[in-house]
């Protein structure tokens, strides 16, 4: 039951619907990567789970540990272990760094509890170090007027800090040098273990090069068109996304 | 979150309460001379200050509401249904132990004199209409400070009273400065003497208690030569049915060197009008700064300006104004430049909520003969929902040479985006609105006591919890 579990979603925007039966695992533990063409429907899955207000789900299920995600509004949601890196993060101006996820960390806290300011200063520097960002950075506000790839680092900052059980990476990759990437798949990377799943959307094979996934998924026109081990990515990087969607039988997973 | 340093009546349901009537001396309802000698008798006041007062109401009653530019919800305010002068009847008291007890109480459900304990060089309580408590630290009142009510200042030191009262806001100045020239009452009087630098805030706090009362308490502060004060001020009042009305004048005086900081924290309920009228006069190298938070009521207008007449002297106004659902904060600065190399500095925030409007009104005015004079303006309005409004009406008047005026101006909302983005770090929809509210008042809020800036944060949130839903 430990598991992020969508089950033959539908989302639309409007009129128009961009998810068409959708069906998707992510077990505690595991790393699955999502890859599809631009338009494919991947941002507007990562949304959904995370529960923006915009998208409308017309039919199936999400559930995370045997909860139903769909009940639930998105702070609900985040503060039951769901996280989503996102791909065009918001800035927040005047709200720093580190006020910012204090504040996010003490909404996890039973009413009246009180973050220990030492721990805290002391966690988020590790974590900081970890992802190869100055201490300088944590009195910035957050995001307002950073680079692509300081944004990225910020997200996968967040992430270390609030220890979610399912991270959905929302083309983290996107915007990276080389360097860049490479510091932010350590960061993943290092979050890595039994206690989080985590789902990696991404477009290009190149990330995958660093965060190796244990299942790839492609998602071509609102579903999945082939599931299988790492090695598909490869394939997919050769052959290309017609490939994956001429060969497409019914949406298979195992 | 609740510091121990508050320095003012932050929560609103804190000031929600009230205790029974116990005045003594009661003006009746309704403004007429009856009630002017009646105050002036009641006062004991100086035959000048009784013609001064007649002279208040008879420009008062002269003069328009200013409708024509002001908020039509003037009209709504009936001044023959407003009690003009309550008091129990007592002299201030000098320690706690001898106020009574139902105004005690009050002030200690307020952390008035816990805060004075803690971080505060003097106090003043205001119940309604007079001065229930007034001390002033030992050490401070050896150097010279005078710390008392309007009523002691006039009694005991005529010669500096009456030397600066009035002169800095002249009773015709507008309506509402007229009106509180005819009924005045309570609010402090402060004379530093020259060279006295005096450490740790002077507090006054006004408490409204009783219903269908106005409130005009006059303050007259005069820094002399190189002396340096802050003035703090906190306001609450229970939420009655009937509007509730508090009319204020307040006068600075910083004479050559002096500086003067004057703070405000308001935190009014909901169906006050806020009416006031403050002004400070600064003379060579003298610096007048206004910190003035404007929370609750149901319309302030409060322009507060300095008049730099002396060379180099400077003026500085930082406002944050919180409209809520149902209120308007119709709020601003004037900066009068009225001799070479003078600098104002003028910044405004404010934000709107709900149905809830805020307006910046600002004058700058720099004549033509002055030379090397500076005013920046900064203006920034947020916006919370699609019906929130915000309006500004900048005036500046620049002329001659040499002289530079900067002014920018911003409005912004907070989107859907940055709401949701917070929301899925774990806040809730309140929270991350108020955070984002915080943020945007943030580098204002830095240049306030420490005191005041964790409440005024505090306040924030409490009205941002309320607007959500």
């Known amino acids: 039951m430990n598991e992020l579990n969508i089950e033959r979603l539908h989302i639309a925007v409007g009129d128009q619907e961009i998810v068409r039966g959708l069906t998707l695992r992510v077990p505690r533990g595991e790393v699955h990567a999502l890859m599809g063409p631009n338009g494919s429907g991947k941002s507007t899955l990562a949304k959904v789970l995370a529960g923006h207000p915009d998208y409308r789900v017309t039919a199936g299920k999400i559930s995370m540990d045997g909860e139903d995600l769909l009940e639930l509004e998105p702070d609900e949601r985040a503060r039951r272990g769901l996280f989503l890196a996102f791909q065009y993060p918001s800035e927040i101006p005047g709200v720093t760094i580190a006020n910012f996820l204090r504040a996010a960390l003490q909404s996890r806290l039973p009413e009246g509890g009180e973050l220990e300011a030492t721990d805290y200063y002391a966690k988020l520097y590790e974590k900081m170090e970890l992802l190869g960002m100055d201490r300088s950075f944590t009195s910035r506000a957050v995001n307002e007027g950073f680079s692509g790839g300081e944004k990225k680092r910020t997200e996968i900052l967040q992430m270390a800090m609030l220890e979610p059980k399912y991270a959905v990476l929302d083309e983290t990759d996107s915007g990276l040098d080389i360097d860049a990437l490479k510091t932010v798949a350590h960061g993943v990377n290092s979050l890595r273990g039994p206690n989080l799943g985590i789902l990696l959307i991404t477009h290009y094979q190149r990330l995958l090069n660093y965060i190796v996934p244990d299942h790839v998924h492609v998602m071509v026109a609102g579903r999945i068109v082939r599931s299988g081990r790492k090695e598909l990515a490869l394939e997919l990087e050769e052959r290309g996304y017609d490939w994956a969607r001429d060969g497409a039988t019914e949406p298979a997973y195992r | ?469």
């Open chain 2, 1 to 469: 979150m609740k510091t121990e340093n508050s320095a003012v009546d932050i929560d609103r349901n804190k000031g929600d309460f009230f205790y029974p009537e116990v005045h003594v001396r009661d003006a009746g309802v309704g403004l007429s001379e009856r009630t002017i000698h009646y105050i002036a008798d009641v006062k004991d006041d100086p035959d000048w200050v009784r013609e001064y007062r007649l002279r208040g109401l008879k420009t008062f009653l002269e003069k328009p509401l200013p409708t024509h530019w002001a908020s039509k919800d003037l009209e709504a305010i009936d001044f023959n249904k407003i009690r003009y002068y309550l008091s129990p009847g007592t002299e201030p008291k000098r320690s706690w132990e001898e106020v009574p007890d139902d105004i005690k109480r009050t002030f200690e459900r307020l952390g008035i004199p816990e805060q004075e304990r803690k971080f505060l060089a003097g106090v003043e309580a205001q119940f309604d209409s007079e001065a229930v408590y007034s001390n002033i630290k030992k050490a401070v009142g050896e150097q010279g400070v005078i710390f008392v009510g309007s009523r002691e200042g006039l009694k005991n030191y005529p010669e500096i009273f009456r030397k600066w009262f009035g002169k800095v806001i002249p009773i015709a100045d507008n309506k509402f400065s007229a009106l509180n020239s005819a009924v005045f009452s309570g609010g402090s009087f402060i004379y530093v003497p020259p060279g006295v630098k005096v450490k740790h805030p002077l507090q006054a706090y006004f408490r409204i208690n009783a219903e269908n009362f106005g409130q005009f308490e006059r303050t007259l502060i005069i820094a002399d030569e190189g002396s340096e004060v802050t003035y703090m001020e906190g306001c609450t009042a229970p939420k009655f049915n009937t509007p509730t009305l508090h009319s204020a004048v307040v006068e600075l005086v910083a004479l050559k060197g002096a500086k003067i900081q004057y703070i405000t924290v308001q935190n009014w309920a909901s169906n006050v009008f806020n009416l006031v009228t403050k002004r400070g006069l600064a003379q060579e190298n003298a610096e007048v700064k206004w910190i003035d938070c404007n929370i609750g009521s149901r319309l302030t207008m409060k322009y507060p300006s300095v008049i730099m007449k002396g060379r180099k002297a400077r003026g500085e106004v930082l406002s944050i104004a919180l409209a809520n659902d149902g209120q308007h904060q119709d709020t601003g600065a004037k900066m009068i430049h009225a001799a070479d190399e003078t600098t104002s500095n003028i910044v405004s925030k404010s934000i709107s909520i709900g149905k809830g409007r805020a307006t910046y009104r600002g004058l700058v005015h720099v004549p033509k003969h002055l030379k090397n004079c500076k005013n920046n303006t900064e203006c920034d309005a947020l916006l919370i929902n699609a019906t929130s409004r915000t309006d500004t009406y900048p005036a500046i008047t620049v002329r001659g040479t040499g002289n530079a005026v900067q002014h920018e101006a911003s409005v912004s909302q907070v989107s859907t985006e940055q709401i949701f983005y917070m929301q899925q770090r774990g806040l809730t929809e309140a929270q991350a609105m108020s955070l984002s509210v915080n943020g945007f008042v943030n580098d204002l809020v830095r240049q306030f006591p420490m005191e005041y800036s964790v409440e005024l944060k505090r306040l924030i949130e409490l009205e941002m919890e309320g607007s959500v839903g």
